[in-house]
Structure formats: structure tokens, C-alpha cells
T-cell receptor, first 111, second 115 residues
Framework: EDKVVQSPLSLVVHEGDTVTLNCSYE??????LLWYKQEKKAPTFLFML????IEKKSGRLSSILDKKELFSILNITATQTGDSAVYLC???????????FGEGTQLTVNP | NAGVTQTPKFRVLKTGQSMTLLCAQD?????MYWYRQDPGMGLRLIHY???????AKGEVPDGYNVSRLKKQNFLLGLESAAPSQTSVYFC??????????????FGPGTRLTVL
């Protein structure tokens, strides 16, 4: 059975801080890892990673995958209160369409 | 494009009552999914469909049934609601994975309370 574990489960920081969120996975015939942001409503897509060592970047957010050690990190630099959300990661096998989600990290950014 | 829509947004049921949640997508996606989200447990897959007329069980299927009579719609039914089914339900859809992206697009959610 596939498994995805995120850490920490919750994190409180001040505006301007840099945060690193962790995601480790055990996915049979791994194909991709996805990051989502969820702000009290539907999760919205951030990144999809398939190759080791290649950083995906969008503004202050970036993510990288390590397929040897089976983990991914999501970095947020110069955090803002609008970054407060639950961040979810999910792993996908090569076959089929199902995603296996982690528990999520609740990030709170205080002014 | 409306994307993925869900009805209703909120519902309160009494134990033993039945209801159907409707999900609709206008992106011509082949695949559709129903998840439930409980505090501290992420998203757990209930049932999914890889095309019109097909359904399959996910991680937590017990107590739920689904139907996909039309490509754009995916219905989730609770035949006899139980308090353990109190949760937020999300529908999602995606392209065939052969098209490159594994992204799933989510609806706004339905908050269900079973008393």
C-alpha cells in the first residue's frame, strides 16, 4: 500500500521567514509527486515533480524531488500572511490515476 | 468554464437518512474522483471512475456508492448515513494520465454533518 508522510504537521512563523515543508513517500512504481495549497476550500495545484534534482519554481515557492531518498521539499521564502494554508503533497504510481495524499502541513504566518 | 462544481455545499442529515452528492465538470476529463477530508487525515479516496459507465473502489469505500452515467457527472450516494460519515467531501477530475499532467482539479467541497 502506498504511503505519503508530511512533516511537520503544523508550523507557525512570522512574516518574512523562510519555511521548508517535507514530504516522504513510499509509492510502488513511482511516477510523480504533486504539491497542493488548500485555503479553507478546494486544494489548488502548485507543482508536479517527476525528475530528481530539478527544481520547480513559482515566485517565492520552490520544490525539489529526491527519488533516491524518496522525499520532496517545498520551500517558501519571505513568507506572507497569504501563505497561511494547509499544504498537501501526493504521490502517484505509473499505472492508474490515483493519488495518495499525505496528512498535510498547516502553515500559519503571523504578521 | 466553471471547472468542477459540487452540489449541495452544506447538508445536515439524521442517522439513517440517505442523500446524493452531485459533481459536474466541464473540462471533458476522463477521470473523476470522490474524496473525504477529516481533520489531520489529508484526503482519502472513496471511489473513482476512469470513464463513463465505470467505477472503482478507493481507500475508504464502505457506506458509499457511486455512479457515472454521463462523462461530465459523478454522483456519490450515502444509503444510510452514519455519524462517522460527517466530513468534507471533495470531487476532483483529471485528464487521462497519458496526456502528461497528473494534476487533479478539485471542486469547492460539500460539508456534511450526520447527527
Amino acid at each position: 500500500e502506498d504511503k505519503v508522510v508530511q512533516s511537520p504537521l503544523s508550523l507557525v512563523v512570522h512574516e518574512g521567514d523562510t519555511v521548508t515543508l517535507n514530504c516522504s513517500y513510499e509509492v510502488t512504481n513511482f511516477r510523480s509527486l504533486l504539491w497542493y495549497k488548500q485555503e479553507k476550500k478546494a486544494p489548488t495545484f502548485l507543482f508536479m515533480l517527476t525528475s530528481s534534482g530539478i527544481e520547480k519554481k513559482s515566485g517565492r515557492l520552490s520544490s525539489i524531488l529526491d527519488k533516491k531518498e524518496l522525499f520532496s521539499i517545498l520551500n517558501i521564502t519571505a513568507t506572507q500572511t497569504g501563505d497561511s494554508a494547509v499544504y498537501l503533497c501526493a504521490g502517484k504510481e505509473t499505472s492508474g490515476s490515483r493519488l495518495t495524499f499525505g496528512e498535510g502541513t498547516q502553515l500559519t504566518v503571523n504578521p | 468554464n466553471a471547472g468542477v462544481t459540487q452540489t449541495p455545499k452544506f447538508r445536515v442529515l439524521k442517522t439513517g437518512q440517505s442523500m446524493t452528492l452531485l459533481c459536474a465538470q466541464d473540462m471533458n476529463h476522463e477521470y473523476m474522483y470522490w474524496y473525504r477530508q477529516d481533520p489531520g487525515m489529508g484526503l482519502r479516496l472513496i471511489h473513482y471512475s476512469v470513464g463513463e459507465g465505470t467505477t472503482a473502489k478507493g481507500e475508504v469505500p464502505d457506506g458509499y456508492n457511486v455512479s457515472r452515467l454521463k462523462k461530465q457527472n459523478f454522483l456519490l450516494g450515502l444509503e444510510s448515513a452514519a455519524p462517522s460519515q460527517t466530513s468534507v467531501y471533495f470531487c476532483a477530475s483529471s485528464y487521462d494520465t497519458g496526456k502528461g499532467s497528473d494534476e487533479q482539479f478539485f471542486g469547492p467541497g460539500t460539508r456534511l454533518t450526520v447527527l
